[in-house]
């Protein structure tokens, strides 16, 4: 906000994203805003890092809001993420599972730590095959 960086309604903007008293409109194009202010300001391209974007939108589903906060999450990533010159790159994540899988899930047990047939591949590689039918 200091110096002359920013155009007094660019100020102004900004001001009323940060308290929150700004028009539902620049909400949606609040990231591509940030951005070109940070951009002007450390005249360099922005990367924009998003962690559990779904979260939000798992939030609106449950408490009957879905419709609309899919609206915005697509107008706010699309202003954000496509038609946004002041980005150099965005990773997002998100998508958490909703199923909590264990270690000790047989079903998924080719998926952590080593199968049988891998640990007697292992043995049989590293000359000590006769721990394979040795017990602990």
Do not use: W
Not at 100 to 123: C, I, K, M
């Amino acid at each position: 906000m200091e110096g002359d960086f920013l155009l007094p309604s660019e100020k102004k903007e900004f001001l009323s994203l940060m308290e929150g008293t700004a028009p539902m409109s620049e909400y949606c194009t609040a990231l591509q805003t940030l951005s070109k202010f940070l951009e002007i300001y450390h005249k360099q391209k922005t990367i924009i890092l998003i962690d559990e974007y779904d979260v939000p939108l798992e939030n609106a589903y449950f408490n009957g809001f879905y419709d609309e906060m899919v609206s915005f999450i697509r107008s706010l990533f699309e202003s954000a993420l496509k038609t946004n010159e002041s980005l150099k790159f965005a990773v997002i994540t998100g998508l958490n599972n909703l199923k909590v899988v264990s270690v000790l899930d047989e079903s998924y047990a080719e998926y952590f730590g080593f199968t049988q047939n891998e640990v007697d591949s292992f043995l049989e590689d590293y000359g000590i095959r006769c721990l394979l039918n040795a017990t602990i």
